[in-house]
């Protein structure tokens, strides 16, 4: 097995080995045993090729550090590392293929649950008193968020989280289209957390989202004298076959339900805020206005 010098692009270990957010999760069973897995097959694979661990470091371009991380386990591999140790192998795209499983495993447990969740919903109810509802984000606002938290997250977190935000946004890119409706409060589109710089990019981005057929923002305005939202945030989602999913922390403490009861529970609230709420069409206008204000 040779070495294709003119493909070798060497990277310290400072430059790989230390980025934050691609650690495992010790409490994620699943995602370590998928981690150890392609681990190993990675180990079995560079040494049935011939190559020492330096070697095979050096035609990747990582750390050898690295590299002993990755087999063992204790690392996520990055999807171009997969790439190149597939072309360097020569394993005709069978090592590529495990890019999917470790994409998946980046992301923590909880939001791994939710996202597939929401991958089947065909309408999606959501209203968040505190922040602007995580799917509609930006990464740079959501990083801002993030590192307010305390105790602080710490590096490694605050990236899986990102990644995690980022990965369920694929819920607007699905063919069909699910219906999705959102309830933002106004004092989230006010607060410059994070700074001016980061709200004026989301409130941008919430005209942008707000703009797609199949997405309702509307926008519950602070001088509202009632309200059904005071008893926590709501998620409905619903699916082809009929059954739905809730939750709600006035619900079963936050759990998620489908208990045609508490169900009702959740819709008779949500659809109260709905019509609390200003209209989609006003909602644009009033975010245009903030987006002024900023």
Request: hydrophobic residues 40%; negative net charge; proline residues 5%.
């Amino acid at each position: 097995m040779s070495v294709d010098g003119e493909a070798v692009r060497v990277r310290t270990e400072a430059e790989r080995a230390d980025e934050p957010g691609w650690e495992v999760d010790p409490d994620d069973d699943w995602a370590l045993a998928v981690v150890a897995t392609v681990g190993r097959q990675l180990r079995l694979r560079r040494e049935a090729a011939g190559l020492r661990a330096g070697e095979f470091a050096v035609a990747v371009g990582y750390g050898e550090d690295l590299v002993y991380k990755i087999e063992g386990g204790k690392r996520i591999p990055r999807p171009e590392y997969l790439d190149t140790a597939d072309r360097v192998l020569g394993a005709g795209g069978l090592v590529a293929a495990m890019k999917e499983d470790v994409r998946r495993v980046r992301y923590p447990k909880k939001v791994r649950d939710l996202a597939q969740m929401e991958a089947r919903a065909v309408e999606l109810q959501l209203y968040d008193p505190l922040n602007i509802h995580g799917l509609l984000q930006t990464p740079d606002y959501a990083r801002g968020l993030l590192l307010m938290r305390r105790p602080a997250y710490s590096p490694e977190e605050v990236e899986r989280f990102i990644a995690a935000r980022v990965a369920r946004k694929a819920v607007f890119e699905r063919d069909p289209a699910p219906e999705l409706s959102f309830v933002l409060e106004e004092w989230t589109l006010r607060r410059p957390l994070g700074g001016r710089s980061r709200l004026r990019h989301q409130l941008e981005h919430l005209l942008e989202v707000g703009r797609l057929r199949n997405v309702e923002l509307q926008v519950m305005p602070m001088d509202r004298e009632e309200h059904a939202g005071l008893a926590g945030g709501i998620e409905v989602l619903k699916f082809e076959d009929g059954s739905m999913v809730g939750r709600s922390q006035a619900v079963a403490n936050g759990r998620p339900v489908s208990e045609p009861r508490q169900l009702r529970i959740l819709e008779l609230r949500y659809g109260i805020i709905r019509a609390q709420a200003l209209t989609p069409r006003e909602s644009a206008s009033f975010i245009e206005q903030l987006l002024g204000e900023t």
